[in-house]
């Protein structure tokens, strides 16, 4: 590019004005998610970011660290719990161990849709659950889209419960979703996600599970070639807040931080549906080998004993018949 006089006075203007605007900020929220630049949830944050600026005439700002910057979600969110990262967007996977509630919608086949998952995490069971995160010093600000996750591997196609017997898949750091994989025949591995892709490449593990936006921005279909659209979980992501930074903030600050969090749903939501669309045909173009007409009736049956380890209290218990009388 030739700098003429005039674009670099310009970009010289630009930047003096962006030093100028962080300047400005009394609070600078620093947050944490795994996901590269452009992906739906870090665009929801920025999102939520722009409105809480421009609702404070640039006194709360959010300053983003994609891509894992600050580290793998177990680690980011222990460091969110000691306020070292201020919000933390991840899924509430890693949650399951900690807050016990978030086991609910993480289990598989808990939901029979999306728009059922909708249905709950937008009615007073989603309010349950993130109520449930200040047992954890944190605050539960609001739910995201994680589509559905379904196996990928580099050895074979899956056409059924059979095809996956003794092969090593990664899971996220929960304990619930070892005994899930176990439950299809298979073995677990937990894992940070920024370590899958040379896992799988080096033959440390077969494959791993997810959804079309994260099998595609990870690089993961580059390495196992084969995806059966099982859709075991229709697990949701969550965006913390640590309490410690929380209790900063003054009481209609924090009103507008929550209100900021709950507008960004609706963006995340249309991003994210534009974001599978476009990754499923990335993926696809890509040459995977996908199974789409999976008999998905023996991989639900096979869920019993996962549901009665991990549900067994009545408080999860009466979340669960809640979730299945929802429309
Ligand atoms: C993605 C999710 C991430 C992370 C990742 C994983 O779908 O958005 O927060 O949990 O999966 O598998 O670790």
């Known amino acids: ?16 004005l962006t030093g100028a605007a962080w300047a400005e900020c009394e609070v600078t929220l620093k947050s944490s998610d795994t996901h590269p630049d452009t992906y739906p949830t870090v665009l929801a944050v920025k999102s939520m970011g722009d409105a809480l600026k421009a609702e404070t005439d640039g006194r709360i700002c959010v300053e983003i660290f994609a891509s894992a910057q600050l580290g793998e979600e177990k680690d980011t969110i222990e460091q969110t719990q000691f306020g070292v990262i201020d919000l933390n967007r991840v899924s509430l996977g890693p ?6 509630e978030t086991q609910v919608p993480s289990l598989p086949y808990i939901f ?3 728009e059922h998952m909708h249905h709950v995490m937008d009615g007073p069971i989603g309010q349950e659950i993130l109520d449930a995160f200040a047992g954890a010093d ?7 889209d994680g589509g559905s996750r379904s196996f990928y591997n580099s050895e ?22 070892v005994d899930m994989v176990s439950a299809l025949g298979a073995n677990a591995t937990p894992m940070p996600y920024g370590e899958v892709y040379s896992s799988i490449q080096t033959g440390v593990i077969d494959g791993a599970e997810n959804n079309w936006p994260s099998y595609d921005t990870s690089g993961h279909f580059e390495v196992a070639k084969y995806y059966t659209l099982d859709q075991h979980l229709i697990v949701p992501e969550v965006l913390v807040m640590s309490k410690i930074s929380w209790d900063k903030l003054t009481p209609e600050d924090q009103a507008l931080v929550k209100q900021a969090a709950k507008d960004s749903v609706p963006v995340m939501r249309g991003l994210w549906e534009a974001q599978e669309k476009l990754s499923e045909d990335k993926i696809r173009a890509a040459g995977v080998e996908i199974v789409t007409d999976i008999d998905k009736t023996p991989f639900i049956e096979a869920m019993a004993p996962v549901y009665e380890k991990y549900v067994t209290d009545d408080k999860l218990k009466s979340m ?8």
């Open 156 to 177: 074979h196609p899956i056409n059924s419960m059979a095809d996956m017997a003794g092969m090593k898949f990664r899971v996220m750091q929960s304990d619930m979703f």
């Open 112 to 114: 029979r849709s999306v």
């Open 95 to 100: 949650f399951n161990n900690i807050v016990t």
């Open 138 to 144: 944190l605050v539960g600000l609001a739910f995201y």
């Open 320 to 327: 669960v018949e809640r979730i299945q009388a929802t429309e």
């Open 1 to 16: 590019m030739k700098f003429t006089k005039t674009l670099v006075g310009a970009l010289l203007t630009s930047a003096a």
